[in-house]
């Protein structure tokens, strides 16, 4: 089993619509988990970053952490075709490395 | 900062051919990363250095693969000989002392290889 598992996509909404991405993990001792977003042809970004359980708003993203069921999701309210891009899952593994998920591409049209 | 800067862009070459990828970190980073992105692996990383040593290298993939940290403000990546199926983008990223990290890597825009 992979230790971060992410559906691929794509997904394609319409403007304005809410958007669940979501990343499943093998080792319940995970305690760092992180959303990055990459556009075509460009290097990861950090989009945000979540201790532990619980949610995390910032704007129209929440980041959400279900430990019990190593579950991460991000939710995107009222999307943009600006926020078309991939959104990669991370998990930060004995602070120091980060293992990524594949990957989800969202594409959302007008 | 001009951020984490990778060259070349592109690379073309041929099956057998040596590939060398550089990496300038952010000034002050104390750790750089060395990741490769395909569409069926995703991200994987290959070796990351802190300190301009090697910590882990168990990522990558044989020993057609080597990578250098000469001093804290570059690092290359050599593929020798290189194969097609080493065809990938190829990311350098840096970040902060590892003690305070909070996963946040800086990525370069990546070095696209296509070996034919």
């Known amino acids: 089993q992979k230790e971060v598992e992410q559906d691929p996509g794509p997904l394609s909404v319409p403007e304005g619509a809410i958007v669940s991405l979501n990343c499943t993990y093998s080792n319940s001792a995970f305690q760092y988990f992180m959303w990055y977003r990459q556009y075509s042809r460009k290097g990861p970004e950090l989009l945000m970053y979540?201790?532990?359980?619980g949610n995390k708003e910032d704007g129209r993203f929440t980041a959400q952490v279900d430990k019990s069921s190593k579950y991460i999701s991000l939710f995107i309210r009222d999307s943009q075709p600006s926020d078309s891009a991939t959104y990669l899952c991370a998990i930060l593994y004995n602070t120091d490395k980060l293992i990524f998920g594949t990957g989800t591409r969202l594409q959302v049209f007008p | 900062d001009a951020g984490v800067i990778q060259s070349p862009r592109h690379e073309v070459t041929e099956m057998g051919q040596e590939v060398t990828l550089r990496c300038k970190p952010i000034?002050?980073?104390?750790?750089l990363f060395w990741y490769r992105q395909t569409m069926m692996r995703g991200l994987e990383l290959l070796i990351y250095?802190?300190?301009?040593?090697?910590?882990?290298d168990s990522g990558m993939p044989e020993d057609r693969f080597s990578a250098k940290m000469p001093n804290a403000s570059f690092s290359t990546l050599k593929i020798q000989p290189s194969e097609p199926r080493d065809s990938a983008v190829y990311f350098c990223?840096?970040?902060?002392?590892?003690?305070?990290?909070?996963?946040?890597?800086?990525f370069g825009e990546g070095s696209r290889l296509t070996v034919l």
């Open positions: 979540t201790y532990s359980s």
């Open positions: 000034s002050g980073h104390n750790s």
């Open positions: 250095f802190n300190n301009n040593v090697p910590i882990d």
């Open positions: 990223a840096s970040s902060p002392a590892l003690a305070t990290n909070t996963g946040e890597l800086f």
